[in-house]
C-alpha cells in the first residue's frame, strides 16, 4: 500500500493500464510533455515515448473524433479535456459517434475508450473551468459516466473504464485533486462500474451524492450525528448507468432522501434520483424526497463560488428539515 492523493491515483492507474496494454493511447492537450495542467499524466511521455503518450493541438472536437477512429480501428484511446467547460466543441462526436456507434453498426463496432475531464468548481478558477455537466451526458444512451470521490475509488474505477469495450466519460472532481490523502494499493484493482458505494449505514435518513460533494456531506453527518440523527450515506460512483437497487434497498428502509449536488437544480442527476425514490420507495416515503443542489444559473467567479455550492451547514440543515416533516 501507498499513501497517494487522487492526481497520484490517477496517474498510477493510467502507468498500469500503459505498461500492461500496448493497444492504449494517451493524449490531449499538454497531456504529453508537461503532464496536463494538473500534472496527471506527468512521466508518462518519458517511459512510454511521443507515439503513445502526446499532446494534441487545441480542438476538443478533433481530439474526441480522432479517438473515435483510434478506437474503431483497434486502439484504446484514453483522452484529456482540459477542463470540463471546454468539452462543449467535441459535444457533437461524443453525441453522433462516441455513443451511438456500436448501435449505427449493429455491433461490429465498438470505442472502448475514456474521456477524462476535471469538473466541478471550488477552486476559485475562471469562466469555463467550474462546470457541472454530469447531466448532459448521463442522459445519452450510450455512454457510461463515472465520478471517483477518493483516490482509492479514482484508481480502482479508472482501471475498470480503460478496460471496458463501451465509451466512458471519467470526471474528476478538480478539487479532491490534492485536497486527501489515503492509502491505496500499488497493484492493479477494479471496482464495479454501475456499483454504489455505502460509506455509512443508518436508520433515519438517505443521503445520495458523488464526487467532491461527498465531502461536504461527510462532515454535515459529523453535525447530525451530534443530534442523535442516523444517516445513511451513499457514495454514486457511477452515475450512469445509476445503482437503483441500492437507492432503493436503503430508502424503504430509512423513508426518508436527500440528495445533494453542487450541480445546477433542474434537470439534475438528483432529480432522476427522486424518480427513482418514488418508483421504488414511495409506500415507505416518511416525508417528501427532497434535494440540495446549486442554482440555476452560470456558477459565479471566484468570489462568489461560496454562496453558490452546497455546503456541510445547508446540508445539515436539510436532513433536519426531513427528519422534522
Not at 461490429?108 to 475508450?113: E, I, L, Q, R
Not at 448521463?138 to 473504464?161: N, Q, R
Not at 448507468?241 to 430508502?251: E, F, H, L, M, Y
Request: glycine share 8%.
Amino acid at each position: 500500500m501507498s499513501v497517494m492523493n487522487m492526481v497520484e491515483s490517477i496517474n498510477d492507474a493510467l502507468d498500469i493500464k500503459l505498461k500492461e496494454d500496448s493497444s492504449i493511447v494517451l493524449y490531449g492537450e499538454d497531456a504529453g510533455v508537461e503532464g496536463g495542467v494538473f500534472r496527471i499524466t506527468s512521466n508518462l511521455q518519458k517511459k512510454y515515448g511521443e507515439e503513445r503518450v502526446f499532446d494534441s493541438p487545441l480542438a476538443e472536437s478533433g481530439i474526441v473524433g480522432t479517438a473515435v477512429g483510434m478506437a474503431v480501428a483497434g486502439l484504446r484511446p484514453i483522452v484529456e479535456i482540459q477542463f470540463s467547460g471546454f468539452v462543449y466543441p467535441a459535444f457533437n462526436q461524443i453525441v453522433t459517434h462516441v455513443a451511438r456507434m456500436r448501435n449505427r453498426t449493429r455491433g461490429k463496432y465498438s470505442v472502448p475508450m475514456v474521456i477524462r475531464m476535471p469538473f466541478g468548481g471550488g477552486i476559485k478558477a475562471l469562466e469555463h473551468h467550474s462546470e457541472s455537466p454530469e447531466a448532459l451526458f448521463a442522459h445519452i444512451p450510450g455512454l457510461k459516466v463515472v465520478i471517483p470521490s477518493t483516490p482509492y475509488d479514482a484508481k480502482g474505477l479508472l482501471i475498470s473504464a480503460i478496460e471496458s469495450n463501451d465509451p466512458i466519460l471519467f470526471l474528476e472532481p478538480k478539487r479532491l485533486y490534492r485536497a486527501i490523502k489515503q492509502e491505496v494499493p500499488e497493484d492493479k484493482y477494479t471496482l464495479s462500474l454501475g456499483k454504489a458505494n455505502v460509506l455509512a449505514t443508518g436508520e433515519d435518513i438517505t443521503v445520495v451524492t458523488y464526487g467532491a460533494v461527498v465531502r461536504d456531506v461527510q462532515k454535515a453527518l459529523a453535525f447530525a450525528n451530534k443530534s442523535g440523527i442516523s444517516v445513511e450515506l451513499i457514495d454514486l460512483r457511477t452515475i450512469y448507468p445509476i445503482d437503483r437497487k441500492t437507492i432503493a434497498d436503503s430508502v424503504n428502509k430509512t423513508g426518508r432522501f436527500l440528495g445533494v449536488t453542487e450541480a445546477a437544480a433542474t434537470g439534475s442527476i438528483i432529480s432522476e434520483l427522486i424518480t427513482i425514490v418514488n418508483e421504488e420507495a414511495f409506500l415507505r416515503l416518511e416525508a417528501p424526497p427532497r434535494r440540495l443542489t446549486g442554482f440555476d444559473t452560470v456558477m459565479p467567479l471566484p468570489q462568489g463560488e461560496h454562496h453558490y455550492m452546497p455546503n456541510p451547514e445547508r446540508i445539515f440543515y436539510e436532513i433536519q428539515q426531513l427528519i422534522k416533516f
